[in-house]
């Protein structure tokens, strides 16, 4: 039975009607006023028949594809809703430069990113200080990825890939079926950590380490992003994890000045000495805690990117046995037989073909799709003869990899084709001259531009040369490329993405 009340209406009901009626009135507000009052100053708004929801599902889903739909329907400035919010998204060159070359007192990255990357990172470094602190923080790091250190972390990379599938229960025996992220995700980290943090990082390097990281990133997600914060435990799980990642920076940090500071240092000179002997512009030395946040930072930084890149490039290779060979050839000749010996100086430009693969890879699949910028005063954005006016209220984005998969600049764009570079050395050097005024910037451009693209570069360089010397892989039968999964933020294969392999036999 229900309870009826005097007016014949279930209570239910008169307890409902109110919030429907609210609903229903604020999505017809939303859509007649995207109809009948589009507000002509403000770049188009993709239409949407929810409020706050807005494009969000359909954005979320396929960022990319999104971008190029919207593109031929308005060209390249438009504005969608996406999680209550307008955002404006800026492509083609102009886009690209307009964003990523903004000034600060125009833009902040720090505004949208804090909240997802305070608690990943730690206080007082990346975006939890001024962009000016940022900048000096970026300087001290790229001080320390000179040529000279990275020429020095290519037997580094070697040993430990080495050491990996020595180990791995997916590598042994003459063939198999490897867990392509997986595999990707713990190498990059082991490598990262083993190069740039030192002989007491690399003497634990572990499945231990590999977790605290891991536990990092998985919190590195867009409930996270939107809403900073909330008890979930992924977050607790997330701030457990920084706890102990920080204390054993702390720990080597600590060790380090009981054991004679700078006298203890010996040949081995990673990133965390040479943070320990840096100051800041005015004399201060970098505290403990933003050494050991930094060094977070630095390592999810570029473990994020890396694996998902990794990952592709294996992918591709796969279905590409031709490049394979390419490659095994492209080593055999610049190196000889022994990888370990002679892969020391200036590998990357030893080996051409293996820096175009990554790049091409970096070209199709992007990690980042999306950067994004608070807009701090109103700004005007002029494309194909028209302005648009950029209020305050909006958030900047820069889809640089919309360019770099477009016809315009790239013939046969959505082909995975390492050689096209061979004829693009001309666009490369006119995009170094150029800025952000380019079609091809996976590394951003600007102040917030990455510090670790040389290491990247190398990092991925070594590890396919590795791969490639010892392993001829090939999809799973009836598998080709997989498709993108957006979720996680960046893009990386749809799980479970797995690959055969079989030992190169070395003639
Ligand atoms: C394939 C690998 C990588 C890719 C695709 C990549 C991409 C990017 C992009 C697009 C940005 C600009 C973000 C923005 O404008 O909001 C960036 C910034 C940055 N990256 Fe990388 N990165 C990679 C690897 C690395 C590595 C290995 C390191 C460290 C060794 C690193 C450290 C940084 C830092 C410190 C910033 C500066 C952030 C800022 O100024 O706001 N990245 N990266
Ligand atoms: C990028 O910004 C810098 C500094 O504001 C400026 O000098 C440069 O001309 C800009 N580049 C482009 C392509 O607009």
């Given at each position: 039975m229900m309870t009826i009340n005097p007016t014949g209406t279930p209570v239910w009901a008169e307890i409902l009607i109110i919030p429907i009626a609210l609903i229903a009135l604020s999505i017809a507000r939303h859509i007649i006023q995207q109809l009948l009052f589009p507000n002509k100053d403000e770049p188009p708004l993709v239409f949407s028949w929810l409020p706050f929801i807005g494009s969000t599902i359909d954005y979320g889903i396929d960022p990319y594809k999104f971008y190029f739909k919207y593109q031929k329907k308005y060209g390249n400035i438009f504005s969608f809703v996406l999680v209550g919010k307008k955002h404006t998204v800026c492509l083609g060159l102009e886009g690209n430069n307009f964003v990523l070359n903004s000034s600060v007192s125009e833009i902040s990255a720090a505004d949208i990113y804090r909240g997802l990357t305070l608690p990943i990172f730690g206080k007082d470094v990346c975006y939890d200080c001024s962009p000016a602190k940022l900048m000096e923080q970026k300087k001290l790091l790229k001080y320390s990825l000179t040529a000279d250190k990275l020429d020095s972390f290519v037997p580094v990379f070697l040993d430990v890939m080495q050491n990996y599938v020595e180990h791995?229960?997916?590598?042994?025996?003459n063939e198999g079926v490897f867990d392509v992220v997986e595999c990707m995700a713990v190498t990059t980290i082991f490598t990262a950590a083993a190069s740039l943090q030192g002989k007491e990082v690399r003497e634990k390097l572990d499945q231990g380490l590999a977790d605290l990281y891991h536990t990092l990133d998985l919190s590195f997600i867009p409930i996270n992003f939107y809403l900073p914060g909330l008890p979930l435990p992924v977050n607790r799980r997330r701030d457990e994890a920084h706890k102990k990642i920080a204390a054993i920076y702390t720990n080597i940090i600590n060790r380090r000045r009981a054991l004679g500071g700078e006298s203890a240092r010996e040949a081995d000179d990673d990133m965390i000495w040479s943070l320990m002997r840096s100051t800041y512009k005015d004399g201060t030395p970098v505290p403990d805690h933003e050494i050991a946040n930094l060094m977070i930072g630095l390592l999810m930084a570029g473990q994020h990117n890396a694996y998902s890149v990794g990952s592709w490039i294996l992918f591709r290779l796969a279905s590409r046995p031709d490049i394979q060979k390419a490659l095994y050839q492209e080593q055999r000749e610049a190196l000889g037989t022994d990888l370990i010996i002679s892969a020391r100086r200036d590998l990357v430009s030893k080996l051409p073909l293996h820096k175009m693969v990554v790049r091409e890879t970096l070209r199709l699949h992007d990690p980042i799709h999306t950067v994004m910028r608070a807009v701090k005063v109103p700004l005007t954005f002029t494309s194909t003869s028209r302005s648009y006016k950029i209020p305050t209220s909006h958030v900047l984005i820069s889809a640089p990899g919309v360019t770099a998969q477009s016809a315009e600049y790239f013939p046969e764009p959505d082909k995975w084709e390492p050689r096209r570079w061979e004829a693009m050395t001309d666009f490369l050097e006119r995009g170094e001259k150029r800025g952000a005024m380019s079609a091809f910037l996976p590394f951003g451009a600007g102040r917030h531009r990455c510090v670790g693209e040389e290491f990247a570069y190398l990092q991925l360089c070594t590890i396919i040369a590795y791969m490639v010397r010892n392993f001829v892989f090939r999809p799973m039968e009836g598998e080709g490329v997989p498709k993108t999964d957006y979720t996680a933020m960046l893009t990386r294969p749809v799980l479970p993405a797995r690959l055969q392999w079989e030992k190169r036999s070395k003639e």
């Amino acid at each position: 039975m229900m309870t009826i009340n005097p007016t014949g209406t279930p209570v239910w009901a008169e307890i409902l009607i109110i919030p429907i009626a609210l609903i229903a009135l604020s999505i017809a507000r939303h859509i007649i006023q995207q109809l009948l009052f589009p507000n002509k100053d403000e770049p188009p708004l993709v239409f949407s028949w929810l409020p706050f929801i807005g494009s969000t599902i359909d954005y979320g889903i396929d960022p990319y594809k999104f971008y190029f739909k919207y593109q031929k329907k308005y060209g390249n400035i438009f504005s969608f809703v996406l999680v209550g919010k307008k955002h404006t998204v800026c492509l083609g060159l102009e886009g690209n430069n307009f964003v990523l070359n903004s000034s600060v007192s125009e833009i902040s990255a720090a505004d949208i990113y804090r909240g997802l990357t305070l608690p990943i990172f730690g206080k007082d470094v990346c975006y939890d200080c001024s962009p000016a602190k940022l900048m000096e923080q970026k300087k001290l790091l790229k001080y320390s990825l000179t040529a000279d250190k990275l020429d020095s972390f290519v037997p580094v990379f070697l040993d430990v890939m080495q050491n990996y599938v020595e180990h791995a229960e997916d590598f042994q025996g003459n063939e198999g079926v490897f867990d392509v992220v997986e595999c990707m995700a713990v190498t990059t980290i082991f490598t990262a950590a083993a190069s740039l943090q030192g002989k007491e990082v690399r003497e634990k390097l572990d499945q231990g380490l590999a977790d605290l990281y891991h536990t990092l990133d998985l919190s590195f997600i867009p409930i996270n992003f939107y809403l900073p914060g909330l008890p979930l435990p992924v977050n607790r799980r997330r701030d457990e994890a920084h706890k102990k990642i920080a204390a054993i920076y702390t720990n080597i940090i600590n060790r380090r000045r009981a054991l004679g500071g700078e006298s203890a240092r010996e040949a081995d000179d990673d990133m965390i000495w040479s943070l320990m002997r840096s100051t800041y512009k005015d004399g201060t030395p970098v505290p403990d805690h933003e050494i050991a946040n930094l060094m977070i930072g630095l390592l999810m930084a570029g473990q994020h990117n890396a694996y998902s890149v990794g990952s592709w490039i294996l992918f591709r290779l796969a279905s590409r046995p031709d490049i394979q060979k390419a490659l095994y050839q492209e080593q055999r000749e610049a190196l000889g037989t022994d990888l370990i010996i002679s892969a020391r100086r200036d590998l990357v430009s030893k080996l051409p073909l293996h820096k175009m693969v990554v790049r091409e890879t970096l070209r199709l699949h992007d990690p980042i799709h999306t950067v994004m910028r608070a807009v701090k005063v109103p700004l005007t954005f002029t494309s194909t003869s028209r302005s648009y006016k950029i209020p305050t209220s909006h958030v900047l984005i820069s889809a640089p990899g919309v360019t770099a998969q477009s016809a315009e600049y790239f013939p046969e764009p959505d082909k995975w084709e390492p050689r096209r570079w061979e004829a693009m050395t001309d666009f490369l050097e006119r995009g170094e001259k150029r800025g952000a005024m380019s079609a091809f910037l996976p590394f951003g451009a600007g102040r917030h531009r990455c510090v670790g693209e040389e290491f990247a570069y190398l990092q991925l360089c070594t590890i396919i040369a590795y791969m490639v010397r010892n392993f001829v892989f090939r999809p799973m039968e009836g598998e080709g490329v997989p498709k993108t999964d957006y979720t996680a933020m960046l893009t990386r294969p749809v799980l479970p993405a797995r690959l055969q392999w079989e030992k190169r036999s070395k003639e």
